[in-house]
C-alpha cells in the first residue's frame, strides 16, 4: 500500500449466494458488491464499507477483510432482518446466467447510513444498488468527494432510467459492461455508445467486456486493456466489483486520476477480476501475495506489448 | 517498403460483389480475398498474385494493385468464364450478415497455376478456398516457402473438415475469426480453443475478433491488439483478407517471424483492416499515404499502452 494512499468508501451489498457452474456448485457462500469491492480495493487502499447485513449473517466471515484493513464501522446488522440472497446458475459460455432465486431481504429496504468518519472520503465506489440509494450516500458527503465511480445494471437501466440519469450527473466514472453499454446508449458501435452515455454526465467510462478485455474512455483519450488469458474461469461472480473494487483502490493509492493513472487503474482492475474468477465466491481475493500481484500485472503489460514501428 | 522485402505470394478470389450495410450499397464493385489482400500486403512487400476471373472482368480494374507493384502474371482469364460474384446485406449490428446471392462461376472450378517464377516464395498466403484448392497451391511449390498463412471459413469446417484438418498440418499460421475458432475446436473459450487448434497443426495462430481486436498464439506466446475504436464501420467486406495481407506483408518485409515480428504483424493487419472497412469495396485500400500508415500504427500503440507497476 502506497503511503499517500487516500481512504476508499465502498457502499454495497452483501449476500449469501447459492452459485453454480460448470465447474462445480457452492452453496451459500459470502458473496454481494461490497464485500468483493472491499477485499479487491483493500490490496491498495484502506477501505471503509458500508453495506447491511440479516441477524443470520456470521460477522466472522468478515475477518479476512479485516485483517486487510476494512473498516467495518458503517456495516448494520438489521435487527430481525436477514441477509440479501441470490442464487445463479452460469450457462456452459460462462458469459450468460440464469437468477435462480433473489430474496432480497434487507438489501430491499437499504438505508446507507455513512460514519461520520466517512463523510469526507475522497474516493467513493457505489455499487450496482437502485439509483435512487446511490443518490442518498452522495447526499450524505460532507463535500464532493475527489472521485465517484458507479456501477449499475440492466434492471435499473429498464425500470429506473429517470433515476439512473439523475445519478450518471453525480458521478465522475462509471463502469458497466458492454451489453449495459449497449442498451443505456441504444447504440451498438461501442465507441459511439460511449460517447452517448458520457453526455449523460460521467466523464470518465469504462465498458468491461469480459473475455475481451475493458476500454477505458477519457477526456479524448480511448484505452483499450487486454484480458488476460485464462483457460478456465471456475466463478465469474463478483468480478466486476473486483473489477472496481481494484480499479479506485489503485487511483486512491495514487491519489491521482489522470489518464495515465486510470490506465493502470484498469488494468489493476483486470487483474484483481482475474484472480476472482480462479476460484469460487471471495476465495480468489482473500489473500493474493503481494508477488503474485506483481506478477499479474506484469503478465497483462507483456500481453499487451508490441514494439513501436521500424 | 523495405530493401530486404521478401515476395509474398498471394492465392485467392476475385469477386464482384453486391454488398448492402446500413450506410448504403455498392453493385458490381471489385471484391475478392486476393483483391483485399494483395492490396494490403502492397504496402509492405512485392506481391505475386495468383486468380481467375472470366472473361466479363474489366482487367483495368486491377491497374491499381499494378501500380502498388503487385504482379499479375498469375492472374487467368477462363475462357467462356464468368467472374465469382457474391451479394450479402450486413445487419445493423454489422457483425452478422446474410448472404443474398452466391454464383461461384469461375471460382467453382478454380484449379491455380502458379508461374514458375513464384514457386520459391518464402511467404505464401492461402485464401479462404477449398482446403483442397489450398493444398494444390502447396503442392506446386519448389521447396517448403518459410511461412504459410492460411485463412478458411466455416463452410470448410463444416463441409470439408478432413481436408482442412490436412492443410492445417502444413500451415505455419492460421488466421481465422472467433466463431470459427470455437466451431473448429469445439471448445467456447477461446485460449482452450487455441490450443486444440495449434494441435492440428499451425505452430501460430490469429484469432480476429472484429471490435474487440485479435490475439496471437505463438509458442508459449499470447500476444492481445486492440481494435481500431471507429465510430462507423461502412463495409467490413475484405478486412479479414486486409487483415492477412497486412499481416503477411510484414513478415515478408522484415523477412522475420520472430515473436516480436509477430507481434507487430497482428497490428499492422489491423491496421490494414482499420483503413479497408471505413470505405466501400477496395477503396480505402486504393492509396493510403505513408503518412497515415504510420499514424494508424501509432495510434494503436498509443491506444494499448499503459505505464509498468510503480
Known amino acids: 500500500m502506497h503511503p499517500q494512499a487516500q481512504r476508499v468508501l465502498v457502499v454495497g451489498s452483501i449476500g449469501i449466494d447459492t452459485v453454480e457452474t460448470p465447474f462445480g456448485k457452492a452453496t451459500d457462500v459470502l458473496g454481494g458488491s461490497a464485500t468483493y469491492a472491499s477485499a479487491a480495493a483493500s490490496y491498495f487502499a484502506p477501505v471503509d464499507m458500508v453495506a447491511a447485513v440479516g441477524e443470520d449473517f456470521d460477522l466472522r466471515q468478515f475477518s479476512f477483510l479485516q485483517a486487510r484493513g476494512v473498516n467495518l464501522e458503517g456495516l448494520e446488522v438489521v435487527k ?147 484480458a488476460f488469458p485464462l483457460e478456465d474461469v471456475f466463478d465469474p461472480t463478483g468480478a466486476g466489483d473486483a473489477f472496481a473494487g481494484g480499479f479506485l483502490g489503485h487511483l486512491a493509492a495514487k491519489d491521482r486520476v489522470d489518464t495515465a493513472a486510470l490506465r493502470q487503474a484498469v488494468v489493476w482492475g483486470s487483474a484483481l477480476a482475474s484472480f476472482c474468477v480462479e476460484r469460487f465466491s471471495v476465495e480468489g481475493l482473500r489473500e493474493v501475495p503481494p508477488k503474485a500481484l506483481s506478477a499479474r500485472y506484469a503478465a497483462f503489460k507483456d500481453l499487451a506489448h508490441f514494439e513501436a514501428e521500424a
Not at 455513512?114 to 439509483?131: D, E, F, I, K, W
Not at 449499475?152 to 425500470?159: E, G, V
Open 80 to 226: 430481525g432482518g436477514k441477509t440479501f440472497r441470490w442464487g445463479g446458475k452460469y450457462h456452459f459460455d460462462l458469459n450468460t446466467r440464469d437468477t435462480l432465486f433473489t430474496d432480497l431481504n434487507v438489501l430491499g429496504t437499504f438505508d446507507p447510513k455513512l460514519p461520520a468518519a466517512t463523510r469526507g472520503s475522497p474516493y467513493v465506489l457505489l455499487g450496482n444498488m437502485h439509483p435512487l440509494v446511490q443518490a442518498k450516500v452522495l447526499d450524505q458527503m460532507a463535500a464532493r468527494p475527489k472521485f465517484v465511480v458507479g456501477d449499475t445494471m440492466n434492471l435499473w437501466i429498464n425500470i429506473a432510467r429517470k433515476e439512473l440519469e439523475a445519478i450518471l450527473g453525480r458521478l465522475d466514472c462509471l463502469i458497466i459492461n458492454d451489453s449495459e453499454a449497449r442498451e443505456l446508449s441504444g447504440s451498438h458501435n461501442l465507441i459511439k455508445a460511449a460517447a452517448n452515455i458520457r453526455r449523460l454526465g460521467p466523464k470518465t467510462l469504462v465498458i468491461k467486456k469480459g473475455e475481451h478485455g475493458a476500454l477505458l474512455f477519457h477526456g479524448n483519450d480511448v484505452f483499450s486493456a487486454p
